[in-house]
């Protein structure tokens, strides 16, 4: 007899051994019982009552005395049966905690997510970035004035040519300088290019692409080691993109 079975049924090794006892004897007293499974008669009883709990075994009085029978071997699935409703209400409830879960997951994700790039490579990781999750999409870049020219000379030029492979739809809005009036004639080719009052000059770098800012702030070292600031947030980056628009409409298109 294979127990393993049975105790996947819940039922635990005393009770199995009390169940079987009473199949092969019959109706009998727990005294029987007992001596045919070699348990003490208060392991015997706990089990019988437990039994009778589940609808295993039932018992009838004659002379005062109660003898125990077990059930037809059938109610064992229906216990099996009772077990998967049981584990069809937990999978239901279930369900509903991780629907729940995944309801304050995505909550926790909505909020602001903060990262620091420091260095030449740093930029040129974040540049990247953009450049993979831009693809067919709009990015815009606030505050050129050109000295990115002189950190990165012969990257670039590449990082131009992804930018147009990729069909990713620029626009950019520069400090009025004579320096950007002339990069701007090389350096932003198939993209949209307007120009900032003329006392803004020295501007913060601010890229804006999908629900991503990147912040590059100007600093006495920004040209050997700059440092780039990227927040992934949907409600900042609509932020900024709304700013972006709004000084864009009153930028110089003259080039």
């Not at 409830?93 to 030449?120: F, H, M, N, P, W």
């Not at 490579?121 to 990115?148: D, S």
Request: aromatic share 8%; with cysteine; proline share 3%.
């Amino acid at each position: 007899m294979n127990k393993e079975t049975l105790k996947k049924l819940g039922l635990t090794e005393s009770e199995i051994n009390v169940y079987l006892a009473l199949i092969e004897l019959g109706s009998s007293l727990a005294s029987k019982v007992a001596k045919k499974c070699g348990l003490h008669r208060t392991n015997v009883y706990d089990s019988l009552d437990k039994l009778i709990k589940r609808g295993l075994i039932s018992f009838v009085v004659r002379e005062n005395r109660k003898y125990f029978s077990a059930a037809d071997p059938e109610k064992l699935l229906k216990i099996l049966e009772g077990k998967k409703q049981e584990i069809e209400r937990e999978e239901s409830s279930l369900k509903t905690i991780i629907s729940e879960l995944r309801k304050k997951k995505r909550l926790t994700e909505e909020k602001i997510e903060a990262q620091i790039y420091k260095g030449k490579e740093g930029f040129k990781t974040v540049m990247e970035m953009i450049l993979e999750e831009a693809k067919g999409k709009e990015w815009l870049y606030l505050g050129g004035t050109g000295k990115v020219y002189e950190l990165l000379p012969y990257y670039l030029p590449a990082l131009i040519k992804k930018r147009i492979k990729a069909k990713i739809k620029l626009k950019v809005l520069l400090a009025d300088t004579k320096e950007t009036r002339n990069l701007s004639k090389k350096a932003f080719v198939e993209c949209k290019v307007r120009f900032l009052p003329k006392e803004i000059k020295n501007i913060t770098a601010i890229h804006v692409w999908k629900d991503k800012v990147a912040i590059i702030p100007i600093t006495p070292t920004a040209i050997e080691e700059p440092v780039v600031f990227l927040i992934h947030n949907k409600e900042n980056a609509d932020s900024f993109r709304d700013y972006f628009n709004w000084l864009w409409k009153t930028a110089d298109r003259k080039i």
